[in-house]
């Protein structure tokens, strides 16, 4: 009677989702290979904050632990979180786990919830959530970019009739990168070398989009690299 009560309790909520961890030890020992302390991991998550409301393409929402270490991203439509769940997941990890200089996030635990609700069938609070670490966690002021190739363009999952999208709809799908970041040679060999290793990875798995995620301080605070 008390498991029939709360399942009917739970379905009528709006806003309140009471999630699961999805291969907590997966994430536990993916946490460990990257030297992330437990008992700091879980204070991080005493208070978080609203980053973003629905944004981007996909609806997603944005959150960030207070102290700026930790981005939480809902995962709303269906096709992404089977895909992760079904596909991703351990071939990512396992992936992540043999080369440790890997440019692919660092996705440190994923939450979900499958339970029938009013509010997950109004699309009123997100039933699926990626942890991941935040790389622009510094102090200081950032520019970043959403890098994707110039032609990215994929309608048949992010609008309806996407061939009639406009070139203005379009140009958001990626951002411009002006200027350049002086890298010593052995550097910039390195760098493309696990970017091209990580996008053979990410194309064996049969993704269509991601993106190069890049930040650099603003120019007035970066100091000029050495003649």
Request: some cysteine.
């Amino acid at each position: 009677m008390s498991l029939l009560w709360a399942l009917l309790t739970e379905f009528w909520t709006l806003f309140t989702v009471h999630l699961r961890f999805n291969a907590p030890e997966v994430f536990r020992k993916l946490r460990k290979h990257w030297g992330i302390n437990e008992d700091e991991y879980r204070k991080s998550f005493e208070q978080v904050d609203t980053l973003s409301g629905p944004m981007g393409f996909s609806g997603a929402s944005f959150f960030v632990t207070h102290n700026n270490k930790y981005l939480i991203k809902s995962l709303n439509r269906a096709f992404e979180y089977r895909y992760y769940y079904n596909d991703l997941l351990l071939p990512l990890a396992e992936y992540q786990l043999s080369h440790p200089a890997t440019y692919i996030v660092h996705i440190t635990d994923v939450l979900f919830n499958f339970s029938p609700r009013l509010g997950r069938l109004l699309g009123t609070s997100a039933s699926h959530f990626l942890i991941m670490e935040n790389i622009q966690n510094e102090d200081g002021e950032w520019e970043d970019f959403d890098l994707k190739p110039s032609d990215y363009f994929f309608p048949e999952r992010d609008f309806m009739g996407g061939a009639l999208a406009t070139k203005e709809t379009k140009d958001k799908l990626h951002d411009e990168f002006e200027g350049s970041v002086p890298l010593e040679s052995k550097t910039y060999k390195t760098l493309i070398r696990q970017l091209e290793d990580d996008s053979r990875f990410l194309c064996g798995m049969d993704v269509v989009d991601y993106s190069l995620f890049m930040i650099r301080r603003k120019l007035k605070d970066r100091i000029s690299p050495p003649r």
